[in-house]
């Protein structure tokens, strides 16, 4: 995928192939990239750094991309360590560099960079700053996906920066054929809690005649492109639902409530065209879970009853869940008990403050293993599904 903006834009981002873990939590299975760009004009502005795994060779990349010149300003559009930590590397090697964040960047900075000495320019919603034939325009974007987070419009480029927005796992060529899939599980991942700020975002960018969008992370977003990433990500951010369907998402010790969840499902496909989905959260990645349940208009929840409680991964996909904000779904449960079932309970118990959920008070009881006369309930469940 090319990363030609244009003549005085230009890339100088890097892949990171060797992190198997982002945030230290999310698995990745092609690695990361870090965006980064240079904007050369009479004035000469770097947009943001990259993560300090990749010190060594953004610092030579941006050598090479500066053949000689110093530049004038390095724009700080989100003070995570993934984009800021070459910063006091970066001020030392050009201390006359001035460092062109929020106000609430500038204060936030000392604390990834206590002993930092630089010249501020703190800029607010529709600043502009002319670097010769492109000027800058700033645009807040709170909480997309940390409080101080600005995004930068070039005027006559008709490019957007648009710090994590747009962003996705994986390093810049992963998948070109598929932006979604890893954008979705970043976006809901990262930024689901805060639809309401995407929202926002989305809101300043309709002002604006866009014809590229740079991210923090994932590929250049161009033409077809990038008015899909839009579309999605106006779904994603309203909390709406991109797939009829259903998600199943189960738990299971020794494979009796797997069994019940599995048939849940063959069901399900048997009976509908609608997309169903299906996965054990014992084995599989929760955040692709958590993208899944997000993805579906209903969700089905399977676990056993364990110390008399709920099997502990269930609670802790459903703790995933209520702090991505999870919303507008119908949900069903699965439970399994032996001699005391509670996981049911215990279930809709934790999901009956989530905004706008429909729970399907049809629920299932298996105890212990998921025999033939179980296989009634579950259809009945599926019909009704
Ligand atoms: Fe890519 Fe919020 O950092």
Redesign the pocket.
């Known amino acids: 995928m090319d990363k030609i903006i244009n003549k005085d834009i230009k890339y100088i981002g890097c892949d990171d192939k060797e992190i198997t873990q982002f945030e230290g939590q999310y698995m990745l299975e092609d690695g990361m990239c870090?965006n980064s760009y240079l904007i050369e004009d009479e004035k000469i502005a770097i947009m943001d750094t990259v993560d300090k795994a990749k010190k060594a060779e953004w610092l030579d990349l941006l050598d090479k991309a500066l053949n000689g010149k110093k530049p004038d300003y390095i724009i700080v559009q989100?003070v995570?360590p993934?984009?800021s930590s070459v910063l006091g590397e970066l001020i030392n090697k050009y201390p006359s560099l001035k460092v062109v964040c929020s106000a609430a960047a500038q204060k936030m900075l000392p604390l990834y960079f206590p002993d930092l000495k630089a010249d501020f320019l703190t800029v607010k919603e529709g600043d502009e700053l002319k670097l010769g034939k492109n000027t800058l325009k700033f645009f807040t974007a709170p909480m997309v996906?940390?409080p101080e987070?600005i995004v930068t419009y070039v005027v006559e480029a008709k490019v957007l920066f648009s710090?994590?927005g747009f962003?996705k796992f994986g390093v810049y060529d992963s998948e070109p054929d598929d932006w979604s899939c890893e954008a979705r599980r970043y976006y809901f991942n990262?930024c689901g809690k805060y639809g309401a700020q995407v929202q926002a975002l989305l809101k300043k960018a309709a002002t604006l005649d866009i014809q590229t969008i740079c991210p923090?992370?994932g590929p250049i977003l161009k033409g077809e492109m990038l008015s899909e990433a839009v579309r999605l990500y106006d779904i994603w951010s309203k909390y709406d639902v991109e797939t009829e369907g259903v998600f199943v998402a189960y738990c299971t010790m020794h494979s009796n409530t797997g069994n019940a969840a599995e048939y849940l499902a063959e069901v399900l496909k048997k009976k509908t065209s609608k997309h169903i989905a299906i996965a054990n959260l014992c084995e599989e990645d929760w955040a692709e879970a958590v993208e899944d349940a997000f993805r579906h208009d209903t969700l089905v929840l399977a676990a056993p009853t364990y110390d008399g409680g709920l099997f502990p991964k269930m609670v802790d996909f459903i703790h995933h869940l209520k702090i991505k904000n999870f919303q507008k779904r119908k949900i069903a449960f699965i439970e399994n008990g032996s001699w005391a079932p509670q996981a049911a309970r215990i279930m809709k118990e934790l999901v009956k403050d989530f905004k706008d959920v429909e729970i399907i008070e049809q629920q299932i009881t298996i105890r212990g293993a998921f025999k033939e006369t179980d296989k009634k309930s579950v259809e009945e469940l599926a019909e009704k599904l």
């Open positions: 870090y989100h995570e993934d984009h996906h940390w987070v710090a994590d962003g990262i923090l992370h």
